[in-house]
């Protein structure tokens, strides 16, 4: 039972370009979500979240946009940049901290 | 700030031998988790622990793993007798509170090997 999905294994992306990566959950008692990039040999770092009473949180380049009724997030990093290059994790919460993890996208940021 | 420690960073084993990995979360950070991530997979939680006491281990396959928080600081999770598909990086993880809203901090993981 994958409870949040992310449906794109990879994306590549030219430099200075928009990157758009996407997760899909299926829980409506999820409140919570946030995004996560791991390098090669690291654990996953925090990128950004959302509140499910929000529909948009920005943090300098990073952009995560929720549509509830749709159970669908995304997340925008304009411009992209080489360094961008990593897996991205979506993951969804309730209350007790547990994080649902999707599958990940790898993202390529061409220079 | 120092990180989340975790050790050994590697580690090769045959099925059915056991294996431990030790994690030292943030100073303060009462919340604990340990999860499993499979390659190709998302992370998958194991256990929950908040200072000493589990929170959550519904997903833990207690019949082979174990794990403890003595003095709610460090933790050891054990896998005992291993089979081939406990092959994963094991993370922990620590955060201040739990709950939602606080994001993780994540250690460099333990990778496993089962031959």
């Known amino acids: 039972d994958q409870q949040v999905k992310q449906n794109s294994p990879s994306l590549s992306v030219q430099e200075g370009r928009i990157s758009i990566l996407n997760c899909d959950y299926t829980?409506?008692?999820?409140?919570?979500f946030l995004w996560y990039k791991k390098y090669p040999a690291e654990g996953p770092t925090f990128l950004i979240s959302?509140?499910?009473?929000?529909d948009k949180n920005e943090d300098g380049r990073f952009t995560v946009f929720l549509n509830k009724s749709a159970k669908h997030l995304s997340l925008h990093i304009v411009p992209s940049q080489p360094g961008d290059s990593a897996v991205y994790f979506c993951?969804?919460?309730?209350?007790?901290?547990?994080?649902?993890f999707g599958q990940g996208t790898t993202l390529q940021v061409k220079p | 700030e120092a990180g989340v420690a975790q050790s050994p960073r590697y580690k090769i084993i045959e099925k059915r031998q056991s294996v431990a990995f030790w994690c030292n979360p943030i100073?303060?950070?009462?919340?604990l988790y340990w999860y499993q991530q499979i390659l190709g997979q998302g992370p998958k939680l194991l256990i929950q622990?908040?200072?000493?006491?589990?929170?959550?281990d519904s997903q833990l396959p207690k019949d082979r793993f174990s794990a403890e928080r003595l003095k709610g600081v460090d933790s050891t999770l054990k896998i005992q007798p291993a089979k081939l598909e406990d092959s994963a990086v094991y993370l922990c993880?620590?955060?201040?509170?739990?709950?939602?809203?606080?994001?993780?901090?994540f250690g460099s993981g333990t990778r496993l090997t089962v031959v």
């Open positions: 993951a969804a919460s309730r209350d007790t901290g547990k994080l649902i």
């Open positions: 100073s303060g950070h009462a919340t």
């Open positions: 829980n409506s008692m999820f409140d919570y």
């Open positions: 622990f908040q200072n000493n006491g589990v929170v959550d």
């Open positions: 959302i509140s499910s009473i929000k």
């Open positions: 993880a620590s955060s201040y509170l739990s709950g939602q809203g606080h994001g993780y901090t």
